[in-house]
């Protein structure tokens, strides 16, 4: 299911007031910072993001509007691939239009880390995982390594 694409929330009901609150308490227990919902088996465009500093934050049917030129290079993790990090090069800045779990619109401009957890869980929401993009032979030898570790 990490490999499929999520599909669009038509209307946003009251129901996702509800799940957006249980993916939030979802990321707190597994003490991450991002969690989307193809990461619960729930193939929906909706992610849940609580960074340092900042309030929790919901976004329903999120569209990347603009990224920075500029790039940076940060070390990431992924709930649904325990004890695997690695560095991932994305754009440092991002605008992205959403909405809440209230079925309100907004937009949002984020740099730093929430920028990052940001694109991280918009990938999620197109079956793409923060192992994808870095080069093949670390992605394999990540992969090896988890697969034995997973066996152990
Ligand atoms: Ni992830």
């Known amino acids: 299911m990490l490999r499929q694409k999520a599909e669009l929330i038509r209307p946003i009901d009251a129901a996702y007031k509800k799940i957006a609150g249980t993916m939030i308490e979802a990321l707190h227990d597994g003490k991450g910072v ?15 993001v609580h960074v340092d500093g900042d309030e929790p934050r919901v ?7 603009e990224t920075s030129q500029d790039l940076v290079k940060y070390e990431e993790g992924c ?3 325990p004890g695997v990090w690695a560095d991932v ?3 440092s800045q991002v605008r992205v239009q959403a909405w809440n779990e209230r079925g ?7 740099s730093g880390i929430l920028a990052r957890v940001i ?3 918009c990938d ?3 079956g793409v995982l923060f192992i994808d993009r870095i080069s093949a032979p670390k ?14």
């Open 34 to 48: 991002g969690l989307a919902g193809p990461q619960i088996g729930l193939m929906k465009r909706i992610f849940v």
């Open 59 to 65: 976004f329903i049917n999120p569209s990347i509007i």
């Open 79 to 81: 709930l649904s691939i």
């Open 89 to 91: 090069v994305r754009p």
């Open 104 to 110: 309100r619109p907004f937009t949002l401009a984020a």
């Open 119 to 121: 694109l991280h869980e």
């Open 124 to 126: 999620h929401l197109e």
């Open 139 to 152: 992605r394999n030898r990540i992969l090896t390594k988890f697969e034995r570790r997973r066996r152990a």
